[in-house]
């Protein structure tokens, strides 16, 4: 689309009813802040420029954004008026002269582009305001679209509608699109006589229909337009993202015996024809490469997994852990900013953190990088073919040779050099018949007990 489009976002709420002195819109789902979903699908519609209205907590709001490196030009809305009065905040950016001027809510975060883009086709195609309408089965709370011979004349709000307006089900889903041309003497036109005493956004409809101006509404899922007021939405928005992540990465040629278990973060990425067992968490940036099979109870965060990988089940992968294709990280083992090369493994009850491991190496139950002494973290290196014995604790800085072999149990302190084979241990030492005398011994201490 070559039209120009501004992108405002509402914020300016105060968000009460989250309980929670963290603004609303920086409440998580898919462990990315609302607003910036919102932001996102902005962008992906073709946004030149984003427009962010906060009346709470604008700084805060203005940094999470920032960190993500995400750049809106921020306006501040002093008293909350009503919408129509926070989206006129952004004045400055709407008098810079878009063709499109998109308003949505920083709350509302499920909103998809193709929406937004079907929105800015209606504009394209001559319309000058655009509704997003939905049909909601209990309307209660949300505006209601008024149409009369199937043109769009009104929007009357709840506390506003007479008892047949209220039998409506045709709602408002928040989200308007307007010919930047009008948008401006729209607002202006809007005032605050009405039960609430708000400038509505809404009455925009009214305005616009009276002026003779081309004014429709398209139809979006229910889901598209749930808003965020308390953590019960936000657990149901949440639930909805879920759901669209598992159909589009199972579209995407990742195969899930439980989809319903396994739970994305937003910046997720699984190539083809991986398999996820149930019950397993991705954590912030995580990539999965092809033909991976991660196994039930997994926790991954900051994780990447080669092609062929055999992960869990009970696998813990931290920020750092880098593994090479075939490796295998197994039961219990926790893996943490280690480069673990191209088919080694780590398959049972193990900590391997701060480490790098070579080709083919195998590390044994119970293994133990022991890479903090309190004050600083230090590193293991293990080379190719190596042989980490059971139940052995490195501890680093340590370098075990290429084709090295580590006794069980050992705790390892020197470097072990190639082809080397390190003992950390004090050797065996049997008593022959020692056992009797130990067990003559026990019984007798055991009778005078009795006799006492
Ligand atoms: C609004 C719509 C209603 C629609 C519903 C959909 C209006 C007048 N009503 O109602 O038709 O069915 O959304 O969810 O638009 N905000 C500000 N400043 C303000 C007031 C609101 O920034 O002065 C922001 C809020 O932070 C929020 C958004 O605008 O993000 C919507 O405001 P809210 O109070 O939730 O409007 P609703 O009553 O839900
Ligand atoms: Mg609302």
Known sequence: MSRTCLTIILAAGKGTRM??????????????????????????????????????????????????????????????????????????AIDEGYDDVLVVFGDTPLVMAETLKSARRELANGTDLVVMGFHAESPTGYGRLVENDGKLIAIVE?????????????????????????????????????????????????????????VSAIRASADEVLGVNTRVELAQVETIWQNRARKK?????VSMIAPETVFFHYDTVIEEDVTLEPHIFFGP???????????????LEGASIGNDCEIGPFARLRPGANLGSSSKVGNFCEVKNADVAVGAKINHLTYIGDASIGENSNIGAGTITCNY??????????????????????????????NAYIASGSVITKDVPVDAVGFGRARQDNKDGLAVALRARIKAIKLAKQKT
Do not use: W
């Open 19 to 92: 309980k929670s002195p963290l603004p609303k819109v920086l409440h998580r789902v898919a462990g990315l802040p609302m607003v910036a979903h919102v932001v996102n699908t902005a962008i992906e519609a073709g946004s030149s420029k984003i427009a962010l209205v906060t009346g709470h907590g604008a700084g805060e709001v203005k940094s999470a954004l920032q960190a993500l490196n995400l750049s809106v030009d921020d306006f501040t809305q002093d008293q909350q008026l009503g919408t129509a009065n926070a989206a006129a905040a952004a004045r400055a």
């Open 158 to 214: 709840e506390k506003d509608a007479t008892d047949a307006e209220r039998k409506i089900q045709f709602c408002n889903g928040g989200l308007m699109a307007f010919n930047g041309r009008h948008i401006g003497a729209i607002l202006d036109a809007i005032d605050d006589t009405n039960a609430a005493k708000e400038f509505y956004l809404t009455d925009a409809v009214k305005v616009a229909s009276k002026s003779g101006l081309r």
């Open 249 to 253: 990465h199972m579209l995407g040629g």
């Open 285 to 299: 940036k995580v990539v999965v490469k092809s033909r991976a099979n991660i196994r039930a109870f997994s926790h």
């Open 373 to 402: 002494d309190g004050m600083n973290k230090f590193k293991t290196t293990i080379g190719a073919n190596a042989f980490i014995g059971s139940n052995s604790s490195l501890v680093a800085p340590v370098m075990i040779g290429d």
